[in-house]
């Protein structure tokens, strides 16, 4: 079973709106949870990244937050554009071997 | 102009053929690291470096060879024993192990036909 799962699979938004990815990871005790952003045919690259004891970050206009109680984290993006469309991954480093689990991710389509 | 490349950007293969994906670096790396990607699915590690001439086996190395023979490359051999090996293929390098921010080549697609 995964140890990171990602909700929705995939949404369309309309230029100018926000939207909110949500990453649910079962991974514990954990080192820390990076949200990557990949362009269709590209490689990912990273957008924030938190440890424990950070609850959010903030990339431009995307926002990361963390509950570590409930091992949640959600991806927020404010005031979306036409190159916001592109896969986001959520990828969750486990604190004793490093060992990273990366969640299937979400497919977001800006549309104008 | 540093990072890290991959070649090709897509490649074709007949059934029963071995082919090699290539992945260079100028970051000055130790570490790197071979991926495959599959729709609806996470990334599954295939095989990682820390250090010239060393390489472990990731979660799904059957079927896969690789070799690190410099500190720059880290070429990855898809053989014929690989059941289903199309798919994305994403090399990355971090500067050291733990904690570093994986940076990710630009992939590469195989086919099998």
């Known amino acids: 079973k995964n140890q990171v799962e990602q909700s929705p699979q995939s949404l369309i938004i309309l230029e100018g709106k926000n939207c909110t990815l949500q990453c649910n990871y079962t991974v514990s005790p954990f080192s820390n949870l990076r949200w990557y952003k990949q362009d269709t045919g590209r490689g990912p690259v990273s957008l924030t990244i938190?440890?424990?004891?950070?609850n959010t970050k903030s990339n431009g206009r995307y926002t990361a937050t963390l509950d570590a109680d409930t091992k949640q984290s959600s991806l927020h993006i404010t005031a979306s554009q036409l190159s916001d469309s592109a896969s986001y991954i959520c990828?969750?480093?486990?604190?004793?071997?490093?060992?990273?689990?990366f969640g299937a991710g979400t497919t977001v389509t800006v549309r104008a | 102009d540093g990072g890290i490349t991959q070649s090709p950007k897509y490649l074709f293969r007949k059934e029963g053929q071995n082919v090699t994906l290539s992945c260079e670096q100028n970051?000055?790396?130790?570490?790197m690291y071979w991926y495959r990607q599959d729709p609806g699915q996470g990334l599954r590690l295939i095989y990682y470096?820390?250090?010239?001439?060393?390489?472990q086996k990731g979660d799904i190395a059957e079927g896969y060879s690789v070799s690190r023979e410099k500190k720059e490359s880290f070429p990855l051999t898809v053989t014929s024993a690989q059941k289903n090996p199309t798919a994305f293929y994403l090399c990355a390098s971090t500067p050291g192990t733990g904690t570093d921010t994986q940076y990710f080549g630009p992939g590469t697609r195989l086919t099998v036909l």
């Open positions: 970051l000055n790396h130790d570490a």
């Open positions: 938190m440890t424990f004891s950070e």
């Open positions: 470096s820390q250090i010239v001439n060393d390489f």
């Open positions: 990828v969750v480093r486990d604190f004793g071997d490093y060992k990273l689990s």
